[in-house]
Structures are given as C-alpha cells and as structure tokens.
C-alpha cells in the first residue's frame, strides 16, 4: 500500500468472524497486480443456482468491470465472483473491456463455470492498463483451494486505503428456517483516492429468486450505502453485488418468488442490518477520519428532501472542519441547511448536538449550555439534529470530519 | 480578527489605487461591533439619482440585510450603502430583521436620505445578535468625512478573514464619452467560516436606468462571480450591488435605458473586467489556498452542461487536494466528471494540464511527459482543460486547492 496508515481510531475492536454459509467459498492469492508482500485477489465459488442481484455507481464514466457486471446481470445467475486490488481498470477503454474479458474468460477456465455467470470487480489506480494474463494459473490454485471459511482472508484481499477489513453477518428466519446474511466491503472514502471505489459482496443461503432479490438490494441500499458520504466524490467503481445461494432450501427453506412476499418480514431486517453495518465500517474508515457523524434531518417537505438537506450538512466542509476542530458551530449548519435547495425557513429551524438544542425559531437557544455542548464535541460520535419544522420527511446520513489528515493522504498520495 | 492569517501567497504584489468616481463618497469607522482596533463598518454616499441592481445569495436562509436589500431593490434607487464586518446579522430571526431596519434609520437620519433608499450589508458570525445602536453617532461622523479618494479605508472596513483589501477598476467610452467602473469585494472563501460572506460593491458613473443595470449585472455575473468555487459552501449573505451615479451624464454621456442599447458594448466589457478581477481576487485569497486553479470544459452538450463539469471538477475535494500536492491525477479529473451527472463518454475524453495532454480517447495519453507535467503543477496557477467530444458546451470556473491550512483555518475558528 502506497501509505502504512496507522489503524482508524474509529475500527472496530474486534473484527467479527464469519461463520461458513452453505454455497459459497473463497480464496485470496497474490497476483502481483501492484502490491508486494501481500493478497490481490479473492475468487468466490458460488454453489449452482446462486441468483445475483446489484448496484453500481451513478457514474456517467464508469470502469470496465461495472459496464461487465450490468451487463451479466441481467441473467440473474452466479457462479464466481472475481475482484482484484491495485488497479481499478477503470477508464482503461477498450483494452479495459478487453482485459475484464480475458479475466472472466481465466476464471471460466478455472471454475468450469460459463463466462455469462462470472462477476468481476477491480479495485485501485484509474487509468493504468489491467494485465489480466496475471490472473492465469492464480485463479486456478485459487479454486482448488476455496473454502468456506476465508472470509476474513478474502475480506483483506481487497482492501486498498483501507486500515481494516470490514465484515459483517446477520442471521434471519423465513418460513421458521434460520437463513444467514454475511458480507465484506471495502472502501475509505465514497472513493478512495485514485484508488477508486467501494465494493462490498454480501452473500446468503436463503432461496430467492433474482428479480426479487434485486428489489431487496435496491431498497436496502438507500438507507446505507446510499445514506453515507466521505468527501461527496463518488467512484467510478462503486460495486455492491448480493448473492443468494439457495442452500437452505436443502433445510427446509421456501423458495421466494416476489420482494413483496411476508416471509421475507425478518430477511429484510437482516440485509438492511448487515448492509447499514458495513455502509458504517466504511464511513469509520474515511481517510483521516476521527469522528464518526450521524445527521438526522426531520421536519422537512419530504423524505427526498430530507435526504438532499441530510447530504448538504454531512458533505459541507465547513461543517466537516468544524466537527473535526470540535466546534458546536450551529451557524454552518444553517448554511448548509439554506445551500441544499430545498424548502426551508430561518424561523423554524431547529439543530441538536448530541440531543443538546442549540438554536431554534431563528435565533440561538438560551438555555443552550456551551459547557455542556463542548464535552458532546470532543466524543467520538457526533449525533446531529436538525427539524426544519414544515412537514413530515425524515432521513438520516452518516458521514466522517474532514481532518489535516484526509487532505495529507489525498494530496501525497501518487507523489 | 481570529486569525492573524499570514498574506494569502496568491495576493497581487500591488493593491490598485482607485481614482474618485463622480458620485460617490466613502468613509470608514470602528463601531466595536466584534474587532478591537480595527475599523470595521464602512458608510458609502451616493449622489442623487443613483440606481440600484443587486445579486444575492441563492440559500434558503438568506440573512436580515440580503432581505432587506432584496426588498429595496424594487425602488431601483440608492442614496447609501452600509456595510459592517464582525456579525452577518444571519440567522437572527425577527431581532435580524428589526437591527436592519434600525441600521437603515440611523442611516437615514445621519445621511438624510429615505429608508427606502438605503441598502446594508453584513459580514461575520451567524447566529449573534447585531446590536445595531452601535452605529448611532459613527453613521454621522462618517458622514461627514466621506471623502471620493476613501475605497481602500472602506474596502479595508468590510474584511473579515480576508488577507488582503479587493480592488478593482475599468474605463470604458459609452456615446465617446469615458466612464468607469470601479468596484471592492471581501470573502475568502464562498463563505469564509462562519464569518459568512461574499460582498462586493461597484460603482460606475454611467446613467443607466435600474432595469437594465440590473439585466446587464445578472448576465455579467454569470461568468465571474457564479464561476468561482473555494468549496463549495453559499453563504447566507453574499451580496453583490451595482450602483451607477449617472454623473457622467453632466459630462454628456448618453441616459441608457436599455440593457439592449448598442452603445453600452465597451461598457459591458469594463463591467465584466471588473466583476471578474474582483472575483478572481475572492479565490486567490481563498483560505489557506496555495494555487488558484481555472478548470474549462468543452466539448460539452450545452455550455449549462459545461459550466455543470466544470463546477462538479472543481468542487472535488479529491482533485482540490492532489493540486495542492502537485500530483497531475487526471484519474480524479475523469470521476469528477463522472459524478456531475451530465452526458459524457469515457471513450471521447481527453484533459489537460497546463496545454499538455495527459489522457484522450479513454486512455493515458502514451506521449504524455511525466517530468514535464511534473513541473507544470508545481506552478501558482494551474490551467486545466477538459473536452468532453460531445457537443459544443464551453465553461471556465475558478477555483483554488485544498490544502491542511483550509482545514486549520475552518477547524480552529471559533475554539
């Protein structure tokens, strides 16, 4: 890694351990892609049958390998997922296509699975060719030795800025059978430097079906992944697939056609669990991050527009740097609540710091105790509120300060 | 002040000598409103049958002054201009609205001009109260000393954490007769901390009829002051006035009604010169900022697309730190343009850094020299150029780098 960053002050203290899930194997190799001395690249084995849903980044230029994966998504099958550290093989243009080719065509060979079922993802520099012919001969030993318990192997496999591996597992019931949700991400900021993108794989053993799998992910997501921000700037990678192996039909679990189906009460629950769980892993692994933020915004005209005030507050840099200086400075918030465009008024708002007012009706709270609200700054979790007092849209977002640190690893990161 | 910031390294080396301009007399005074030993409230007297045209702010939430100015506005004439540093008199709710209307009849007495003829602006903490009775006694001084050779005193009057005073000034001919515009700003950042604001005032002596000072300060505006980004943040205040005397009339220059009128051609060129040095002046003190940066994108669908890109370029906090590590990473540039949601093609694009091409065609350029671009981006101004090979959209913004000075400068402000 460009930078041996030390270890985020907000990592979790214990990484969690996965428990094997029925259907899906891994296994991590070094491919010598550009790191030295350490895992590029993680084969996943998914058992026949698997169904696969995604989302990928709005990024009008995206890489290679999203422009694959759209593609291959369409037929709703996996049997191998493919992701490498250390190039993004993004704009790379039709040598990229090329090489996102020439890896399935590798992983196809090693698996015996059909390219049309192969998912691949890359991670790291923008705009240096990807050579495939890498993968030759690695993803075949990798095969042949997945098993079902190298998560955590194949979880730092793809980490780029990253100073942790991020995990995360939930269990559900569907139809009185325990199914299981596990998954990995990486990423440490919305885009890590030109060491673009999140990723994040989340598998389960639980029977469902294509289409409405992909109607879960693409709601579970607005409220995670789609609900953090590091610096605003947004991959050309960002890549989030869900793998539904359907190995607890074998114990009894019913096969789930539709996304509106009630068995599906406490599954949901889980995948929003396992998803938010992750989505906060990588805003605690922000560069340079110090303090983890949650802004909730209510009162707004509509839950959309309760979002866009949400995202204003925790992408303003001022309020970023404030929080990072552990400044209660309410005055940034009010900027950012005007800049967002949505309708607010200066004589109804209301903002919280870690459930302390300090203004409200347009004017700073009297009863506001600087004291008080000083101690609130200098935790590790930062809790903002803010009503617009017009209507009934809520949203939270979560996002990181803006430290020396962030600006530090961003601007010497290829010199 | 806060901060006893060192000059901005991207300050001019000389601070321009403004000539009187027929019609407008200046002073400047300390009223104590925040800073000791400075003065910090600037008075602007304006002869008889002056018109008005002003810009403000898009927030929400604008402050007291912008809506009092907004308001005035309709009557299209102004008799006085006053201006205070240390409290923006932003988010103050009624007590706002009523130390504008205070401000305004003090200003009247002292002056003897109609409320209805007097603009105000504020600049510096959001959220305090603005003891407007301050001014009671100090506005009548300073009308008395008001003098047609103060614009540096009252240029000086107005700053908050701006490291040096905005001048700028033009002659233009309208009907063969000579004219000028010279004008003053403050702001170091979009919104510099929770000091908020950007402010500027120019004055010309033209006789322009309100209508259309107002149509030709809209168009101007566009391509000057809404073309410049420090980061990203609107202020509650930004305010931008145009005062035209219409002295030059004694000397035979032509009444202009129309902002159409054919003769105001040079006219619009000395306006656009002026907005546009003073609004570079805003970015070059930019805080902490070590590079100012122009970011054009051609080849765009429309120039609304363009102006889009470009804005989208050079508001990344990624692309705005690897300026200020003086690292080309046009694999930022290609997110950037990415994630501003306008059409593009990875497949068409091509950037440049100061005229060298380092990526076309969706790909690194091979002919591109390192070395050569190396020493390109240790320059104070860096040119970058993006074509989209699209369309025929073209914009230019300003903007400055991000560096570890912006983060201390945002993060210490009130602590």
């Known amino acids: 890694m460009a930078h041996d960053a030390p270890l985020s002050p907000l990592a979790p203290t214990t990484i969690p351990e996965i428990a094997p899930l029925e259907g899906v194997r891994f296994a991590a190799g070094a491919a010598g892609i550009r790191y030295a001395g ?202 989030l697939l869900l793998f539904a192996t359907g190995a607890a039909k074998r114990r009894g679990a019913p096969k789930i056609e539709k996304a509106t189906d009630k068995r599906l009460a406490d599954f949901k629950k889980a995948l929003d669990a396992v998803l938010l769980d992750l989505a906060h892993q990588v805003v605690k692994d922000g560069e340079g991050a110090r303090k983890f933020v949650e802004v909730t915004v209510t009162g707004a005209e509509s839950a959309k527009a309760a979002k866009r005030i949400a995202l204003s507050i925790a992408n303003s840099p001022l309020v970023k740097t404030a929080i990072a200086g552990e400044d209660a400075n309410w005055g940034r918030i009010v900027m950012a609540v005007g800049k967002a465009g949505e309708k607010a008024d200066r004589d109804r708002l209301a903002i919280w710091f870690g459930g302390v007012r300090v203004a409200h009706k347009g004017l700073r709270d009297p009863a506001y105790d600087e004291a008080e609200v000083s101690q609130i700054m200098k935790r590790q979790e930062i809790v903002i509120n803010v009503d617009i007092g017009l209507g009934e849209g809520a949203a939270t977002v979560w996002t990181c300060d803006l430290t020396k640190e962030y600006v530090a690893i961003n601007g010497d990161y290829r010199s």
Chains 1, 2 share one sequence.
């Open 38 to 239: 350490r895992t590029d690249v993680m084969l996943a084995l998914l058992d026949e049958g698997t169904t696969v849903a995604g989302v990928f980044t709005k990024s009008k230029c995206p890489s290679a390998p999203v422009d694959w994966c759209r593609a291959k998504l369409k037929g709703g099958k996996a049997r191998a997922l493919v992701v490498n550290s250390g190039n993004a093989n993004a704009f790379t243009g039709k040598t990229g296509a090329e090489a996102v080719k020439l890896s399935a065509k590798i992983a196809a060979a090693a698996t015996g699975a059909s390219e049309r079922q192969i998912f691949v993802a890359s991670t790291g520099v923008i705009g240096e060719p990807l050579d495939a012919s890498k993968f030759d001969g690695v993803l075949e030993k990798l095969a042949a030795e997945a098993r079902p318990d190298a998560w955590a192997q194949a979880a730092r496999a793809i980490m780029t800025t990253d100073t942790f591996p991020k995990l995360a597992t939930r269990k559900a019931s569907i139809g009185g059978v325990e199914v299981t949700v596990s998954g990995m991400a990486k990423g440490a900021g919305m885009i890590a430097p030109d060491m673009a993108t999140m990723l994040s794989f989340v598998f389960t053993d639980a029977p469902i079906a294509a289409e409405a799998l992909q109607a879960l992910l693409s709601k579970s997501v607005q409220s995670s992944f789609n609900a953090i921000t590091v610096d605003s700037d947004t991959s050309t990678s960002d890549t």
